[in-house]
């Protein structure tokens, strides 16, 4: 039987714990702040153009 692989945090890098989906570790993990910083920092990087190809 195939198992799936963890899926990596963007923001931490670090795998979910096995069986957890991301939107749960985001919750659980990370402060308001973290996340929102994050996509500031990615949509700035995406309206620039900056964004590897």
């Known amino acids: 039987m195939a198992t799936k692989e963890p899926v990596e945090c963007p923001i931490c890098r670090e795998p979910t714990d096995a069986g957890q989906q991301l939107e749960d570790h ?15 920092a990615d949509t700035a990087v995406l309206a620039n153009g900056d964004a590897a190809e």
């Open 26 to 40: 985001l919750f659980a993990e990370h402060s308001k702040r973290k996340l929102a910083k994050f996509i500031v």
